[in-house]
């Protein structure tokens, strides 16, 4: 009954967001993230238990526009992911008017009972080891 939401959400936004209808694990980007990046993050679901098919994507900037607040609001609430990643300053803002509510950059957060970390820009996380680390540790607080 849930993925029936979920699948409509993933076809209204299908230009914004990939991933499966019970993704337990909700990716937010300004636009799409690199290769590298998207590893780190499906790797990290994977070993946070997140599921099969853990790790749905959206991406606010495409060729189709832009989404706003209530899109990003459509889209958590009918994917109903357990938590949630914000990789980057402007998906934080999104999720921020989103949900008409404050976060912190680069900590835990919860939104509607859900853990979300949010990143400052998880891209430059990915240059060194050291950096890599402490992403991966905010990463584990979604547990």
Do not use: C
């Not at 993050?41 to 606010?60: H, N, Y």
């Not at 914000?86 to 976060?103: C, M, V």
């Not at 820009?121 to 584990?140: C, G, H, I, V």
């Amino acid at each position: 009954m849930f993925e029936v939401t979920g699948e409509s959400v993933l076809m209204l936004y299908g230009a914004h967001l990939t991933g499966a209808p019970a993704s337990s694990l909700l990716v937010v980007t300004e636009k799409a993230p690199s290769d590298a990046a998207r590893q780190a993050l499906e790797k990290s679901a994977r070993s946070l238990e997140f599921g099969d098919a853990p790790v749905a994507w959206t991406t606010l900037e495409t060729e189709e526009g832009a989404l706003g607040a209530e899109d990003v609001r459509t889209i958590v609430e009918g994917l109903d992911p357990v938590a949630l990643v914000a990789t980057d300053a402007f998906a934080a803002e999104a999720l921020s008017a989103a949900y008409r509510t404050p976060l912190t950059v680069d900590a835990p957060n919860r939104l509607l009972g859900r853990t979300a970390v949010i990143f400052q820009d998880f891209e430059a996380l990915m240059e060194t080891p050291a950096d890599k680390q402490r992403a991966w540790a905010l990463l584990k607080k979604l547990r």
